[in-house]
């Protein structure tokens, strides 16, 4: 079973609509972290959550952690062709070191 | 500003074969990680090392080997290649892995094909 469950698992739209994707759990999470990942590169950092209720915003994306801390949502306010990529949540594994991750959304904007 | 390095960024490799990815960070990270990243799968954790000197499983370990040789240094190694194993890996390092917050640096990753 999957610690972590993103949907929706592929999502396409045109540039200027508005989405939201989800990462959720069952389990309660000190933090969480976003990452965008473009072909053939590796992921990268957008954002770090840590406080339940917290929300963050990084220009045209919104990130949210739930108040329970079990899940989050990114939302992209009109979508830009430059959006595209791969959207993966991650979470640290108790005290372990661990740094686990869910499937990711595939996100395509088309012009 | 090299970051964080891989070699090979490609391998072909026949059943049974053996082979080593290397990667190495210059940004003095002490903790460092492998993924293996397949369609529909995300990201998983086949090894880390929380530190020089220590290495520790992932959720899919089974068929790999890792050396943490330095504190720059991390490989990775499939000692009898199965088609099983065909996925692009990515190396990744962090300053301290006891610091949940902390950013993951990755590498630009290894496409592997076993045949």
């Known amino acids: 079973t999957q610690l972590l469950e993103q949907s929706p698992q592929f999502l396409s739209i045109q540039e200027g609509e508005n989405l939201t994707v989800y990462c959720n759990s069952s389990s309660v999470f000190s933090s969480l972290q976003w990452y965008r990942q473009e072909p053939g590169e590796g992921p990268v950092l957008l954002v770090t959550v840590v406080t339940g209720g917290e929300v963050k915003k990084l220009k045209r994306l919104t990130f949210q952690f739930g108040d329970a801390r079990k899940d989050s949502s990114l939302h992209i306010t009109a979508a830009q062709t430059g959006d595209t990529g791969l959207y993966l949540c991650?979470?640290?594994?108790?005290?372990?070191?661990?740094?686990?991750f869910g499937q990711g959304t595939t996100l395509q904007v088309k012009p | 500003n090299a970051g964080v390095t891989q070699t090979p960024k490609f391998q072909v490799l026949k059943t049974g074969q053996s082979m080593t990815l290397q990667c190495a960070q210059d940004?003095?990270?002490?903790?460092m990680y492998w993924y293996r990243q397949d369609p529909g799968m995300g990201l998983r954790l086949i090894y880390y090392?929380?530190?020089?000197?220590?290495?520790d499983k992932g959720e899919v370990p089974n068929g790999y080997n890792v050396s943490r040789l330095n504190k720059r240094e991390f490989s990775l190694r499939l000692e009898s290649a199965a088609p099983s194993q065909t996925s692009v890996y990515f190396c990744?390092?962090?300053?301290?892995?006891?610091?949940?917050?902390?950013?993951?640096?990755f590498g630009s990753g290894t496409q592997l094909s076993v045949l």
């Open positions: 940004m003095n990270h002490n903790s």
């Open positions: 991650a979470v640290p594994s108790s005290n372990t070191g661990k740094l686990i």
């Open positions: 990744a390092s962090r300053k301290d892995s006891t610091l949940a917050n902390e950013k993951l640096f």
């Open positions: 090392s929380a530190s020089e000197g220590t290495t």
